[in-house]
């Protein structure tokens, strides 16, 4: 870590807007962007009882009805991308709970879905977290509060973490990599609505907001991820790979494989599919 850093303690960032790549006049006009001019203009938006941005896929209790998803129902573009920043590691464990028994700090759960720009829902998608702890301190040692995740068949997630701590140039935020089978990642990171320093950080983006409500002692979280792929079905390939290695086993960690020619170790439990090759996936396999 170098204190030109943007995720740094204490750095600064050199792109306020926080909007990725594209121009204006390239841009559609979308509940998104119309949502970020609300908030760069202090304009009030749509709140739910909680506080919150009301998001499409949590006005159903309104009494509206909506499709199962916003980013799909307004041509919205896909999810912006943001700085992988210096915190990231690889070979995290596969989990869906990143909360160790006695660790301090407000429960939060955060589900949602992935789709494809045709709003279809894509099973199978990589998703990996990490995040401060409640003191605002990533662990560089081990992997707390790191873990990966697969979508389900429906393409859901459930994520059970803390809401993470503060600290110096930064507003509250999960970071998470997120990566359809055989396709591009996407990096980016998830905000917190009402947060006092989502007004002075210079990456905070509203398109990338949760929609968070008190849940018992706890908290929920909801995000939807919309991914730039082409959700629909694709034939299998007529050919199968080269090598030891087959979707659909189950393999242990310490596994040995072969494919395309190479030799690999199985890093996390898991079971194999299609578009999950060992050279695709660094995180589940190591060329040997």
């Not at 020619?261 to 890093?267: D, E, I, K, Q």
């Amino acid at each position: 870590m170098t204190p030109s850093d943007p995720d740094a303690p204490g750095a600064s960032a050199p792109d306020a807007s926080g909007t990725g790549t594209g121009t204006g006049a390239d841009r559609r006009i979308s509940r998104k962007s119309l949502l970020r001019a609300a908030v760069a203009a202090g304009a009030a938006v749509p709140l739910l009882a909680t506080g919150t941005a009301a998001l499409a896929r949590d006005a159903g209790a309104q009494g509206r009805s909506l499709k199962p998803t916003p980013f799909c129902d307004d041509g919205d573009d896909p999810t912006p991308p943001q700085m992988e920043g210096p915190y990231f590691k690889p070979n995290s464990p596969l989990r869906t709970d990143l909360v160790a028994p006695g660790a301090p700090g407000t429960r939060l759960t955060v589900s949602g879905h992935v789709f494809g720009r045709n709003c279809v829902p894509l099973a199978g998608v990589l998703l990996d977290f990490w995040q401060a702890d409640h003191a605002g301190a990533y662990d560089m040692a081990g992997y707390t509060f790191r873990g990966h995740q697969f979508t389900d068949s429906s393409g859901a997630f459930t994520l059970r973490t803390i809401v993470p701590g503060l600290y110096p140039g930064r507003t509250r935020h999960i970071h998470v990599k997120a990566q359809a089978p055989g396709r591009p990642v996407l990096t980016t990171q998830l905000y917190f609505p009402g947060e006092p320093r989502n007004s002075t950080d210079a990456l905070f983006d509203p398109e990338l907001l949760m929609n968070v409500r008190s849940a018992g002692g706890g908290r929920e979280g909801t995000f939807d991820f919309v991914l730039d792929v082409d959700g629909r079905p694709t034939d299998p390939p007529t050919d199968p790979p080269s090598g030891s290695w087959a979707p659909g086993r189950a393999y242990a960690a310490g596994d040995r494989v072969t494919h395309g020619g190479a030799a690999y170790r199985c890093l996390q439990a898991h079971t194999s599919m299609a578009g999950w090759e060992p050279p695709l996936v660094p995180a589940l396999w190591r060329r040997e």
